[in-house]
């Protein structure tokens, strides 16, 4: 169905004048039935594009349809008629015995048209929502809080129709095409025993015609501009955009076979969805800082939502991702293939169910208790245990076949991550010492463990790859890499206590936690160096790179946050900072600024090697700058707010004024997040641009032509 300009201008006006119809009478709507405002919600911003898009598809099938029962005469005489330049070329060419060449083919503007369509529907159904809340009813539907979690609910929902109308219009492709090479054939046939003199004269002068070109010179001249007295400087003719910077595109390498590369990118989409839909919670949970009475459903608490956000970007976005990485790297730094694709899935599969079943739990008030990180019930739990046992023993198995001398530091770090994350949720799960104190010592052994020995470690992992395969220089020193990796272990092991500071735990246990704090110092160091060494010489590339900023933001933040997390640790800056939103600045500085940059820096790696698709470059951009000053806006007020709410309290001030005075930070705190999550759906788009294939219809006239030059080799 194509829809013209005017057809396009009659919809746009008459669903603009629904949009205001709709938002003049929302109030009387909701006074009527206040029930049926979510169903409206739902049917406008989901139903009607399905239906219009299945109706677009209809009629295009009916068309075809319609085509195909015409006659081959009447569709020669068109295709004859419009033949382009370089087919006429070929057509004078086949006639002398000579064919050659080929043509470009039509493309579709059904894409074009849906976008239009499906833009115009959004617009019109956010008249929903122009409604004045302060004369609602209490009812479920009429809370604030209520439609925006359904709008943020609906984004990766839409994200999956949007995905299944793709794919559905390439299937509907690939039926017409089908018939399009039949029809080819009997073109092709046609043109080997066409014999019209007339014709080839129309023909050439259609060609003449056609490649008729302006010299640009009309208005100018031909003589070249003398600049005799030096007026101009630094003349260039060639144009360049300097809004965003050319960046060079990701160097070809080998392709992975089709087996272990679908289940890489099966790791990432799944990945992305679930950073998609844990920020979204996030997202909610920031305007409920600034709005908390936005609903007054227990399972939008923020006690219930915000384990549920923290879990799902924990295993479901940053796990996933790691693990779907690690398939990447460990058989590539082990020069051998990955030892079983199948334990791959399984791995997967559970890790998802992990995650679904463990959010509604959660949403359903069913937890673990006060555990932060741990909040999954242990049933829950086991399966990403068995998840982690099946991935570790893949990567040992293909460290063993591999065919270089060495261990590569980037394995050592990967496999000791898996290790230490299948003890570290042993020892939390276990029942032996749950009881008492020694569940809050557990408690700060698996939060902090959890973070260092497995998102960190791990990714560190993944930088001494990547960062010296972008940069084509060898990491600086291995030595360091190697102090780094053992001090670690010594160090971050026993820091968990450092929590709870002040507590009814043992003095001896919580100084052996600032110690081990204090001793954090060797490796992050040594780390850094190692990585700022390896950049040493290569600054340059940074700008010429669309994947070397993320990296070097998560080492920057990596040396940062790991110094203010040691300077957390003493007693006087815990006394400031303990229960404070300064724990949750750092926390995200750590988690997003150095293991989400780093993942990012990683996809957009990989996923052009495994597809062949180059992101769109300035929407790479455009990821970065959001998600870079998003986190700035996030944690920056946050950190002066928190610290000010903690000299109030050492200062004996009421509470509720430590609360008032937080209101402006915790605005910032949600600009901040909206800009973080506006990121991550540009970075979503930008993998769908990377890993989608689409389907071209065939054009008759290039493939017979195609068809003849074939018969004449």
Partial sequence: MKLDKKTQIVLLGLLLFSKMATAKNANNMISDDDGKLGAWILFGVLIIPILVFIGSLYYK?????????????????????????????????LKSKKCCGDCKGNGSCHGKKTTIILSILFLSSTGLFAQNFNEQKENFFSQPGIIIVIILTLLPVLLGVAFAMIKSNNALKTYFNKSKAVDAEKFAEHLQNIDDHDLEEQLQKRKSALDFNLTNTELSGQENAEDSIGLLHNISDKHEVHFTALKKKAVQKPSLEPNIAKLILWYFGCAVFWLVVGTGIGEYLGIKFIAPDIDHSSWLSFGRLRPVHTNIVFWGWASIAMIGLGYYVVPIVSNTKIYSVKWGWIALVLTNLMVILGSLDL???????????????????????????????????????????????????????????????????????????????????????????????????????????????PIYAYSLGILAFWTQIIFYTIIGTHHFVFAPLPWWLQTVAIVGSAGMIIPVVAATINFTMTFKGQWHKVTTSYTLPFFLVAVV??????????????????????????????????????????????????????????????????????????????????????????????????????????????????IGGSLMFISHLVFAFNFYKMTIKEVSEIDVKDEAFKILESQTK
Wanted: net charge positive.
């Fill in 363 to 473: 949403m359903s008030g069913i937890n673990n208790g006060g555990g932060e990180f741990r909040e999954y019930i242990w049933p829950v739990m086991a399966l990403f245990a068995v998840a982690l046992i099946l991935t570790l023993a893949n990567f040992i198995m293909t460290v063993a076949k591999r065919t270089t001398k060495e261990i590569y530091i980037s394995n050592w770090y990967i496999v000791s991550a898996l290790i230490f994350t299948i003890i570290v949720a042993l020892t939390a799960y276990l029942p032996f010492w749950q009881d008492g104190v020694s569940e809050t010592i557990v408690q700060g052994y698996f939060m902090h463990s959890g973070v260092g020995m497995w998102f960190t470690l791990y990714t560190l992992g993944l930088l001494y790859y990547f960062i010296p395969q972008q940069i084509n220089k």
């Fill in 557 to 670: 933040y990596y040396f940062i946050v790991s110094m203010q997390g040691t300077a957390e640790a003493f007693k006087f800056t815990n006394l400031i900072w303990h229960f404070t939103d300064f724990t949750v600045a750092h926390a995200h500085l750590g988690f997003y600024g150095i293991i989400t940059f780093a993942l990012w820096g990683g996809f957009y790696v990989v996923i052009p090697r495994l597809t062949g698709k180059e992101p769109p470059q300035h929407l790479v951009g455009a990821h970065f700058w959001l998600a870079f000053i998003g986190l700035l806006f996030y944690a920056i007020p946050l950190s002066v707010g928190a610290t000010l709410r903690g000299l109030m309290w050492m200062d004996g001030k009421p509470f509720i004024d430590s609360v008032v005075l937080m209101f402006d930070y915790w605005l910032w705190r949600a």
């Fill in 61 to 93: 099938f009916r068309k075809q349809v319609s085509e195909n029962k015409q006659s081959s005469d009447n569709h020669f005489q068109d295709y004859l008629k419009n033949l382009n330049a370089k087919q006429i070329n070929q057509y004078m060419k």
